[in-house]
Structure formats: C-alpha cells, structure tokens
C-alpha cells in the first residue's frame, strides 16, 4: 500500500489498523541530541484517545505509547525512532454485520473498490485510529520547533452552529475544555447542542483553526513545494477534513486588491505586517507573521439512524451501525491537526537549511563539529 509516508528529511511512516494488534509509526531523519520521552509524546495522544471526554464514544484505550528504537540514555541517536501503541479495546463483533455491505459516508466502497479487500473492523487503515502515528511523530516535531522558538497550537474554532468568539480567547481552556475549545461560554454551548444531536442519535460536522507563532520569514518554496500547499495536502490527509483554508481563505474572493493586501511595515528595523489577510505566507513562503490554517470537518459517519446503502452483491438494503461512536469528530482531531502542521513546518525548515550558500560556509566552514 502505497501512501503511508510523509515529509522529505523529517520524513514518518505510520503502520498498523484499527482492530489490528498495535498501530505507531517510525521517525527517520530526527535530528541527534532531542532530549526525548515517553510523557513528552503521551501528552498528545492523551489529547486525542476516546473516552477522555462527555462528548466522546466511550470505548476506553489506554494509548499508552512505546519507544522501541532511536533513544539512548534519554537522547535521540539520529537513527529511525519507532513508536508503537498497542490496541486493547477492540470489539470486532460490533463490525460483523457490516462485512458485505458499505457504510455511507466511510471509506468501505472506496477501499474495496481499489484493493477488492477490506478489513471491515472499523475501517482498518482508514479508520481515525491510523492518526495515532501521526500524533505520535508530531509530538517530536513540535519539541523540536519549541527549541527553535516557534509554537504550534490548534483549537476548535466551530461545532455546527455555535463559533467561538474571539474576544473570549483562552489558550489554557483548549486543554480543558472537552470540545476544544478556547472560549468557555462557547463550549459549554456547543455541549448543550451535541446533547441534543446525540438525542437524536445523530452526529454534527465542524470547524478547527491553528496557529503557528514564531516562524521566521523565508521557510517553503515558490512553485510545487509552497508550504501552504503543502500544509493542505498536509491537513487533508486526516480523515473527515473536506476543506482547508489559509489566512481569510475563502472570504478574499469577496474583496478588492485595496482591502486583501497586507500592508508592509518597518518595526524598529524588523519588517512586519500591519494585517494577516495572507494568514502568514506570501507566495508560498512564510513572511513572518503568525501562520494562521482552518480545516472544515464533515459529520461523524456512524450514526445510529437507519440509512440506505448497498451490500457486495449490489442489492439495496437498510444499515443500523453497531459500535462506539463520536457526536462529533472536531475536537479529537484538533491535536492531529496540530501535529501535521508541526511534522509540515519542521520538515520545511529542515529543507531550507540549503537554501543559500552561505548557510552551508557558515555550517562547514566553521569549528571542527567533533570538538563540540
């Protein structure tokens, strides 16, 4: 199966299913010397393992992450880092009566389609659990950006009707808020409005943000390889994410030149924006300001409504799915959000390294690096 690679020097391959015997991922091109743990990755697969929430499916995994390889003595060797997370909850029974037949909105026709064979257990490789990996990588990625000074952060923005407001922005509530979100009041509606959705035996769609701090001017390129682009593509490959928009996004097809462009200024010096319409890149390639991404996400596909579908043999049938499943995908994919976003800007950092001449004399050319 192709496509389970990503990144080009900081470059990860996630493995494994979701009903499989553990899924993780392997890390080649981390830099040596990381001071790295087991907490400093469980951190983020906390944020996203089910049942840690009132609004999420009840189905318990511990997620609890293992280091096999690329660490020694609390540092990373610079050989590949592999993770693993063993499964431990699986209920296959639930998936049984699903077995020859596809459920709307899952990836079950598409898969069949392409491989004629599927792993109807919750969706094998297609199914949320793969972003464990994805986590799990992003995790290192985002403690290497810390050093570099640059934070990545990603939050709920909307579920259905209800958006946050601005003005009531608090970081600190995204980590204890169950939808996400940074705004208590808007939370604490959202929540009320899922009660709703689930009494219904429904499910709601959403919208999360991200931000990028502290990210110099220069990183990406100007034609294939835009690091918006590249955050797209980046962004869309998480199951459920139908839409992404960069800056304003999709607002600028509204305006004029006049209003959308984002005006240049000289601080002390140090050229800066006096707007983020761009959402802080410019010709894909970062211009200094705070990157600013949002990803629109459909409604959870499992729901407990009948509906219509067709088994392998193509006769028309009723489905009612069985299982454990989310009112709402948003707010655990936030982190998975924030860690594609993290493994995308490190590894363009990484790239950009050689960029120019003079940033390979002053690395080469300087002390002899075994006498440091």
Not at 33 to 54: A, F
Not at 77 to 100: F, H, K
Not at 129 to 152: F, N, P, Y
Not at 259 to 270: K, V
Request: net charge negative; hydrophobic share 35%; charged share 20%.
């Amino acid at each position: 199966m192709a496509g389970s690679t990503f990144g080009t020097i900081f470059q990860i391959t996630t493995w494994g299913e979701s009903h499989g015997k553990a899924l993780g991922v392997v890390i080649d091109g981390c830099p040596a010397g990381l001071p790295l743990c087991e907490s400093d990755i469980q951190q983020y697969l906390d944020r996203r393992k089910p049942g840690s929430s009132s609004i999420s499916t009840p189905r318990k995994e511990d997620d609890t992450v293992e280091i096999l390889s690329g660490v020694f003595e609390g540092l990373t060797t610079g050989a590949p880092v592999s993770l693993m997370v063993r499964n431990t909850s699986q209920r296959s029974a639930d998936y049984g009566e699903i077995a020859a037949c596809y459920r709307p909105g899952h990836a079950d026709y598409t898969f069949d389609a392409k491989y004629g064979f599927r792993d109807y257990r919750g969706g094998g490789r297609s199914s949320g659990r793969e972003t464990i990996g994805r986590v799990a990588a992003g995790a290192v990625a985002a403690k290497i950006l810390k050093q570099l000074g640059i934070s990545v952060c990603a939050y709920t923005r909307s579920i259905g009707p209800v958006e946050i407001d601005p003005a009531h922005f608090d970081r600190s509530a995204i980590l204890t808020t169950p939808t996400a979100m940074p705004d208590t009041e808007a939370d604490k509606a959202a929540v009320a409005y899922l009660e709703e959705i689930r009494k219904n035996t429904d499910s709601v769609g959403g919208c999360m943000e991200c931000m990028v701090e502290g990210l110099p001017a220069g990183i990406g390129d100007p034609v294939f390889e835009k690091l918006d682009a590249n955050l797209a593509k980046a962004i869309m490959s998480i199951g459920a994410v139908k839409a992404v928009e960069i800056g304003d996004g999709c607002t600028v097809s509204l305006r004029k030149g006049s209003q959308n462009n984002d005006p240049f200024r000289n601080n002390g010096g140090q050229i800066t924006k006096a707007a983020n319409h761009a959402g802080g890149i410019l010709g894909g390639i970062s211009d200094g300001g705070t990157l600013r991404i949002r990803a629109h996400v459909k409604p959870t596909p499992s729901i407990f409504l009948t509906q219509q579908t067709v088994n392998k043999d193509g006769k028309e049938i009723d489905i009612n799915i069985k299982g454990r499943h989310d009112p709402v995908i948003v707010p655990r994919a936030v982190v998975v959000m924030e860690c594609m976003t993290a493994l995308t800007v490190l590894d363009a950092m990484l790239l950009n390294m050689s960029a120019r001449l003079n940033h390979l004399v002053e690395f080469y050319a300087g002390d002899d690096p075994c006498q440091n």
